[in-house]
């Protein structure tokens, strides 16, 4: 297992963001254009034990209100059809799915979830900020559907613009 490097300011931020402390944060992987976290590394298990399949946690607020909205519009059930009748965007999105176990598998090996990764990945779209999280993280070209979202939210979010700030 890698050693986290999140320090005591991203630590602080992340917190006002989630308002909450955050459990198992590990690093900060992405940042909008002003510094703040954009989205963080989780370890694979809890320090309490919990196994947590979720390796890279959306934390900027005003991404996650995006987000969001994205999620209560149709968009999830209208790229979940895509996935039934597109097989190239379906093998795209099962690699996107094995991309993000080897990345999990790199820090920890935990039995519990193994196999299983996030955000309805490989076959279904159930959390698009799973997806966003993992397109910003490894950037362009990995997960089409966090890909995608991310076009659909440069209207009225991108990292480079976003304002959010502590308060
Ligand atoms: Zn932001």
């Given at each position: 297992m890698?050693?986290?490097?999140?320090?005591?300011a991203d630590l602080d931020t992340?917190?006002?963001q989630l308002g909450r402390p955050v459990r198992g944060g590990r690093a900060v992987v992405h940042r909008c254009g002003s510094g703040h976290p954009t989205v963080i590394e989780t370890e694979?298990?809890?320090p309490d034990g919990t196994?947590?399949?979720?390796?890279?946690?959306?934390t900027c607020p005003a991404a996650v209100a995006e987000v969001s909205t994205l999620e209560s519009q149709s968009v999830m059930?209208?790229?979940?059809?895509?996935?039934?009748?597109?097989?190239?965007?379906?093998a795209a999105y099962r690699r996107a799915h094995l991309d993000y176990l080897e990345r999990r598998e790199r820090i920890a090996h935990v039995p519990e979830i193994e196999g299983v990764s996030a955000g309805g990945m490989p076959v279904r779209v159930k959390c698009l900020h799973v997806?966003?999280?993992?397109s910003l993280a490894v950037g362009p070209g990995v997960n089409p559907l966090g890909d995608r979202a991310l076009e659909m939210l440069?209207?009225?979010?991108?990292?480079?613009?976003?304002?959010?700030a502590p308060a």
């Amino acid at each position: 297992m890698t050693v986290p490097v999140m320090d005591r300011a991203d630590l602080d931020t992340v917190r006002l963001q989630l308002g909450r402390p955050v459990r198992g944060g590990r690093a900060v992987v992405h940042r909008c254009g002003s510094g703040h976290p954009t989205v963080i590394e989780t370890e694979p298990r809890l320090p309490d034990g919990t196994p947590f399949p979720t390796l890279f946690y959306l934390t900027c607020p005003a991404a996650v209100a995006e987000v969001s909205t994205l999620e209560s519009q149709s968009v999830m059930r209208e790229l979940t059809a895509e996935l039934e009748t597109d097989d190239d965007l379906a093998a795209a999105y099962r690699r996107a799915h094995l991309d993000y176990l080897e990345r999990r598998e790199r820090i920890a090996h935990v039995p519990e979830i193994e196999g299983v990764s996030a955000g309805g990945m490989p076959v279904r779209v159930k959390c698009l900020h799973v997806l966003v999280a993992h397109s910003l993280a490894v950037g362009p070209g990995v997960n089409p559907l966090g890909d995608r979202a991310l076009e659909m939210l440069a209207p009225t979010w991108t990292p480079a613009t976003c304002e959010w700030a502590p308060a």
